[in-house]
């Protein structure tokens, strides 16, 4: 079968032609347009012979002929006409372009070269055209032109293809620029950008297309609590849709803790923690937060040794802190079910224990955590995402870090321990694949800042879960402060504007031709222009990212009901498949 190869016919007018450069040092071009019709991030073919090349233009020169020309005011020696003539034969733009791809294109259709090198395919003599890292230069004086919506869809993939979102559109034509949800999920993503620039909405939007698709679960720590239900955007006071709301039959918004609303609205169940989940592991995480002592690990693993890896949360809570017996001959000693006893009893000093058990008492005292939970919330949620369903986890008036951390480590670790077992049973019987999930991580440098990475499940999921069926989406406005061994593992990264220069390097580092990517980077629009880079898709490219209004969920609720969709809802109504 012979593939759909880009019409030889240039689609836009040329704008330039090869003037020089290399793969090392970039290609210039001579601009034959105003400078004004192109933008730094531009995306350019060039057509030369066989070839055709795709590339960004990243910078623009302003060149002379002579410096003379350049600096003297024409108009002002020179009569009008005369004037703007020497202007254009003496003033011109150079582009520098960053070659990126290349296409074999072959002859011109219906000659005899064309038909000879079709043969050669077909009988396989020649490989099958298709999309290659960049390895030649075009020629001298090979056309430069924009690229048309047919090129950018040769590139990205057609809209209307099935797996494919459109994130956002070029900023010059405004075609459609597409991600491949199946290639986005198969590793972890990241989605950066300063405060004010628009993360949340474009998360929603990636989301919605991963919920539209229904090839992966998705698990949202919604730590703002911004992701479910309805809210209303603090800069233009309009409505703003939430997940929950567009996906009613497949989206579960669970609150943090008993009886608690979210928004004023009630969740669909709630979560609550049983003391005989928490493990050690879990509260040296929160060192950072609660300023714990070296000494603590020492103290949990004599608790553990005490009560049992089950009960130690328990007990050592029930504890009272400072208590003190007076004997009959007055000595004042600590009592028998005080902090400072066990430890006397234990080994551990009493101070170190005390200190310990007094950082902890927000913990203690925290509704969510109790000893027999009304139900197995988190089961219920590790359910709820095998079978299809999206859960966003609110954590409601719990928006300390210490909450955060807590609750989002220990729910992952539950998680990540049911994948594990799952991807090996189905290795072993090729039965029941486990379905792949997306958790989406918010204020993502404080759970995997280079202090707490090789202690969080987090770590581990951007490292290793990949073949377990498990990535990480972590929205965040630091890169920089999160570990360098999370950030190489991420795949597909979309960044706004970024002011820090430590920030912008994080977002490039590991990617090729970064250091002409980070102008395109640092000019980004504050709001609603991204830089689309990474694995997931060919080549970097700055867009205008999609609006997330009333549009677009015209657009991802239009579509008629599938059988897919009619069988899950059915089965949410309690009606099983026959």
């Known amino acids: 079968m012979q593939m759909n190869l880009p019409n030889q016919t240039q689609p836009n007018q040329t704008i330039g032609y090869i003037v020089g450069g290399g793969l090392r040092e970039n290609l210039r071009a001579r601009l034959t347009v105003p400078a004004d019709q192109v933008q730094e991030g531009s995306f350019v073919v060039i057509y030369s012979g066989n070839w055709t090349f795709y590339g960004l233009v990243t910078n623009l020169q302003l060149h002379a002929t002579d410096p003379r020309f350049a600096e003297e005011q024409l108009g002002e020696r020179f009569p009008a ?107 972890s993503a990241g989605i950066f950008g300063a405060t004010g620039t628009g993360k949340s909405f474009l998360t929603r939007l990636l989301l919605a297309g991963l919920i539209k698709r229904n090839r992966a679960s998705v698990l949202v720590f919604d730590m703002h609590n911004e992701y479910g239900f309805d809210d209303i955007a603090s800069d233009s006071g309009m409505l703003v849709k939430g997940l929950r709301s567009g996906f009613p039959a497949r989206v579960r918004v669970v609150g943090l803790g008993r009886g608690s609303t979210i928004r004023g609205q009630s969740p669909d169940f709630h979560l609550e923690i049983a003391m005989k989940d928490i493990r050690p592991a879990d509260i040296e995480l929160l060192s950072g937060v609660l300023n714990l002592r070296e ?41 028998p079910d005080s902090v400072a006893a066990w430890a006397n009893r234990s080994g551990v000093h009493p101070l170190a224990a005390e200190g310990l058990h007094s950082k902890l008492s927000i913990l203690f005292h925290r509704d969510y955590i109790v000893e027999q939970p009304a139900a197995d919330s988190v089961g219920e949620i590790v359910r709820l995402l095998e079978q299809g369903q999206h859960v966003i986890l609110s954590f409601g008036p719990y928006e300390q870090d210490v909450d955060y951390l807590f609750v989002s480590n220990l729910l992952t670790r539950r998680i990540r321990e049911a994948w594990e077992k799952r991807t090996d049973a189905y290795r072993t019987t090729r039965a029941n694949e486990p379905r792949p999930l997306v958790i989406v991580l918010e204020e993502a440098h404080k759970l995997l800042n280079r202090e707490l990475a090789s202690q969080t499940t987090f770590s581990t999921i951007a490292r290793e879960m990949r073949k377990y069926y498990v990535t990480l989406l972590i929205v965040d406005q630091r890169p920089s402060q999160i570990y360098d061994e999370v950030m190489s593992q991420l795949g597909t990264r979309i960044s706004g504007w970024l002011g820090d220069d430590d920030d912008i390097r994080a977002v ?71």
């Open 508 to 578: 490039l580092a590991g990617l090729a031709g970064r250091d002409t990517l980070r102008g395109m980077l640092s000019h980004l629009q504050p709001k609603e222009e991204v830089l689309l880079l990474g694995w997931g898709v060919p080549l970097p490219i700055p867009l205008r990212s999609r609006r997330y209004d009333e549009n677009f969920w015209k657009e991802m609720l239009g579509d008629k009901l599938t059988p897919g969709d009619a069988r899950q809802s059915l089965r949410e109504l309690g009606f099983e498949d026959q």
């Open 81 to 187: 006409p005369i004037a703007e003539s020497l202007r254009a034969q003496t003033l011109f733009t150079n582009l520098e372009i960053l070659p990126v791809l290349m296409l074999e294109r072959g002859p011109e259709p219906g000659t005899q070269a064309y038909r000879q090198w079709r043969a050669e395919i077909d009988q396989g003599l020649r490989s099958e055209p298709g999309i290659l890292p960049v390895k030649t230069v075009p020629s001298h004086h090979a056309d430069v032109c924009l690229a048309s919506a047919g090129d950018i869809a040769e590139i990205f993939g057609d809209p209307e293809d099935e797996g494919n979102f459109v994130v956002g559109h070029t900023r010059e034509a405004g075609h459609a620029v597409c991600i491949n949800l199946d290639r986005f999920i198969q590793r």
């Open 295 to 335: 000494t603590t690990p020492t103290t949990l693993e004599a608790l553990v040794s005490s009560f049992g890896a089950e009960h130690w949360f328990r007990e050592f809570r029930a504890l009272r802190n400072g208590a003190m017996i007076e004997t009959e001959d007055g000595k004042r000693l600590p009592a």
